[in-house]
């Protein structure tokens, strides 16, 4: 574990030097979640009931205002971004982990010292879940800070941070991201260019965009149980991507098909 | 002294495709032994072998005392390896490269430390210890690369082309520590291109070319292939004198060429104070007399001109 310790260390100490993927990849998620907080508080001064003609509304939005409808429907949807931001953020720096490696040559150097495939793979998906985790939270902190100061009543804060949703963002967030980047590692080890690693991570959308669609129409509820049975599901499929990482990282394989 | 190296018909395929066929050589401790053959010969193929960075596909070897595939952690932990690239972070720092390395060889905070700088200091990279190796010239990076490879005080090292595209003078500074090294009792396992160098450096060079083609001193590689002989430089015509070489008894070949006379001799040591007396005796005037010396290169090209027949 300390071997995977160093090699996290490493990956963070040459993030922390490419100031422009730093930037880049850092840098996008407050953007967004500022942008959501400010579409948020304007939503809570829309005009007439423009939002609801027409829309049948889930079971926590009956009873609210106009406004707080509008308020709420938005803050819903955006509370949805924090479980996309794992699956983006480190799509860029789990898939340079090993094909820059690669790319850079340095593999064979590093495959020559006695570290064990397992070590280095979580050395290189540490250094990419820790960022994404702490990032995400704190993003997160910042919209619900964002929706405690500008809803316009504090029930339409209630419908949008949830016990449930804050769950699902303790527990399952992480795993998704663990998942979307042993999914980037296992494809990283197999291909030349970082461009398609990134893009795997795109396929852990979906099941995202079903939370998102789910959880407007009310079919999904964003409680406890639903938390910890994603954690289950979720854990499961991490368990199982860890280890095919770890499997399927072939050292002979990437130092003589690699050109 | 026991062999730092040893392969048993160490053997590697790639679909099939031969790169490694039936190895076998013994390198004693505290050599140098060059490893010389044309590019795809499996050179390299060899020495990932030899450091358990790819398995074998038949036989076996034990190195530093470990057997492949027995226990490649420890058998990593004996070995040093500079590969054909020097494969640097360049973003990095030199000192922040060796001490991503050094703790990967399980070195203490201090220790890994203490042998950077040691190694930075040797090397004559001290100076430029926080630059980012990014700027670093080729030869700088080599030399990082090697420093790299010694952090952990392996007894066996292997040197993967270590001088290919230096400068002369970086090339003279490497091959310069790798004779350090050997002093200092290190085997080192050298492949390279450059015949003069193996020809400095090196106590026992193979030629090889997929399978072993021959191995041995230099000496013995020369005198194996072209015979031992004698230059004798007469002053005026030489050849009146090839009749009088082929009646010694001891003359296998004798040729003249202007004032060369050109002899090939069993044991030209013991021989030569015959062949000199036997000469002036026909009324020779000798300039001078030397050994007929090939150069390692005319070894290297016959051994692969004959594709390893």
């Known amino acids: 574990m300390s071997k995977a310790l160093v090699v996290f260390q490493k990956e963070w100490?040459?993030?922390?030097?490419?100031?422009?993927?730093?930037?880049?990849?850092?840098?996008?998620?407050?953007?967004?979640?500022?942008?959501?907080?400010?579409?948020?508080?304007?939503?809570?001064?829309?005009?007439?009931?423009?939002?609801?003609?027409?829309?049948?509304?889930?079971?926590?939005?009956?009873?609210?205002?106009?406004?707080?409808?509008?308020?709420?429907?938005?803050?819903?949807?955006?509370?949805?971004?924090?479980?996309l931001l794992p699956v983006f953020i480190p799509s860029v720096i789990a898939s340079y982990a090993i094909v820059g490696e690669k790319r850079d040559r340095t593999l064979e150097p590093l495959l020559a010292t006695p570290i064990r495939t397992s070590q280095l793979l979580v050395g290189k998906s540490l250094s990419a879940l820790v960022p994404t985790v702490v990032l995400t939270l704190a993003c997160a902190l910042l919209f619900v800070a964002g929706i405690a100061l500008w809803a316009v009543t504090p029930r339409v804060a209630g419908v949008v941070i949830t016990p449930g949703?804050?769950?699902?963002?303790?527990?399952?967030?992480?795993?998704?991201?663990?998942?979307?980047?042993?999914?980037?590692?296992?494809?990283?080890?197999?291909?030349?260019?970082?461009?398609?690693?990134?893009?795997?991570?795109?396929?852990?959308?979906?099941?995202?965009?079903?939370?998102?669609?789910?959880?407007?129409?009310?079919?999904?509820?964003?409680?406890?149980?639903?938390?910890?049975?994603?954690?289950?599901?979720?854990?499961?499929?991490?368990?199982?991507?860890?280890?095919?990482?770890?499997?399927?990282?072939?050292?002979?394989?990437i130092l003589t098909r690699w050109r | 002294m026991g062999n730092a190296i040893e392969t048993h018909g160490l053997t590697r395929r790639f679909d099939g495709r031969v790169a490694v066929e039936d190895l076998n050589v013994a390198i004693p401790e505290g050599t140098v032994f060059g490893f010389l053959g044309p590019n795809g010969a499996g050179k390299t193929t060899t020495v990932r072998l030899l450091a358990a960075l790819i398995a074998p596909s038949a036989g076996d070897a034990i190195v530093a005392g470990h057997r492949l595939g027995a226990d490649d952690d420890a058998l990593r932990r004996s070995v040093?390896?500079?590969?054909?690239?020097?494969?640097?972070?360049?973003?990095?720092?030199?000192?922040?490269?060796?001490?991503?390395?050094?703790?990967?060889?399980?070195?203490?905070?201090?220790?890994?430390?203490?042998?950077?700088?040691?190694?930075?200091?040797?090397?004559?990279?001290?100076d430029r210890r926080d630059d980012p190796v990014g700027t670093f010239s080729k030869g700088m990076r080599q030399k990082l690369a090697?420093?790299?490879?010694?952090?952990?005080?392996?007894?066996?090292?292997?040197?993967?082309?270590?001088?290919?595209?230096?400068?002369?003078?970086?090339?003279?500074?490497?091959?310069?520590?790798?004779?350090?090294?050997?002093?200092?009792?290190?085997?080192?396992?050298?492949?390279?291109?450059?015949?003069?160098?193996?020809?400095?450096?090196?106590?026992?060079?193979?030629?090889?070319?997929?399978?072993?083609?021959?191995?041995?001193?230099?000496?013995?590689?020369?005198?194996?292939?072209?015979?031992?002989?004698?230059?004798?430089?007469?002053?005026?015509?030489?050849?009146?004198?090839?009749a009088v070489a082929h009646a010694l008894p001891f003359v296998r070949d004798a040729g003249a060429d202007g004032e060369r006379l050109s002899l090939r001799i069993d044991d030209p040591e013991a021989r030569n104070p015959e062949l000199i007396e036997a000469l002036m005796g026909a009324g020779a005037r000798i300039r001078y007399v030397e050994p007929i010396r090939h150069s390692l290169e005319d070894v290297y090209l016959r051994l692969v001109g004959q594709g390893g027949k």
Not at chain 2, 214 to 224: D, H, Q
Request: aromatic letters at 8%; hydrophobic letters at 50%; a neutral charge.
């Open chain 2, 146 to 242: 090697i420093a790299r490879a010694l952090l952990h005080e392996p007894p066996v090292l292997f040197l993967d082309e270590p001088t290919a595209g230096l400068d002369p003078e970086a090339a003279r500074t490497v091959r310069d520590f790798v004779a350090l090294l050997r002093r200092e009792g290190r085997t080192i396992f050298l492949t390279t291109h450059n015949l003069p160098e193996a020809d400095e450096l090196c106590d026992t060079i193979a030629v090889f070319q997929r399978h072993l083609v021959r191995v041995g001193t230099p000496t013995e590689l020369r005198s194996g292939l072209f015979g031992a002989g004698t230059v004798v430089r007469i002053v005026g015509d030489a050849r009146p004198f090839v």
């Open chain 2, 80 to 126: 040093g390896i500079l590969t054909e690239s020097p494969g640097l972070y360049e973003r990095l720092s030199a000192r922040q490269n060796l001490t991503y390395f050094a703790r990967l060889y399980d070195l203490t905070t201090g220790r890994a430390a203490k042998q950077v700088e040691r190694y930075l200091r040797m090397l004559e990279l001290w």
């Open chain 1, 13 to 83: 100490l040459e993030l922390r030097l490419q100031r422009g993927l730093l930037l880049a990849t850092l840098g996008v998620p407050p953007a967004i979640t500022v942008f959501a907080i400010v579409v948020f508080a304007l939503a809570g001064h829309a005009p007439g009931d423009v939002v609801t003609r027409g829309i049948p509304l889930p079971p926590d939005l009956i009873g609210l205002s106009s406004n707080e409808i509008a308020q709420a429907i938005v803050g819903k949807q955006f509370s949805v971004i924090f479980f």
């Open chain 1, 165 to 253: 949703w804050v769950a699902v963002l303790a527990v399952d967030m992480p795993l998704l991201a663990l998942i979307g980047i042993a999914l980037i590692v296992i494809v990283s080890s197999r291909v030349n260019d970082p461009r398609t690693a990134q893009q795997v991570s795109a396929v852990l959308i979906v099941p995202v965009l079903g939370l998102l669609f789910g959880q407007l129409s009310g079919v999904l509820v964003l409680n406890l149980p639903f938390a910890l049975l994603g954690a289950l599901v979720l854990g499961f499929f991490a368990f199982v991507a860890l280890r095919l990482a770890t499997d399927l990282f072939g050292r002979e394989a």
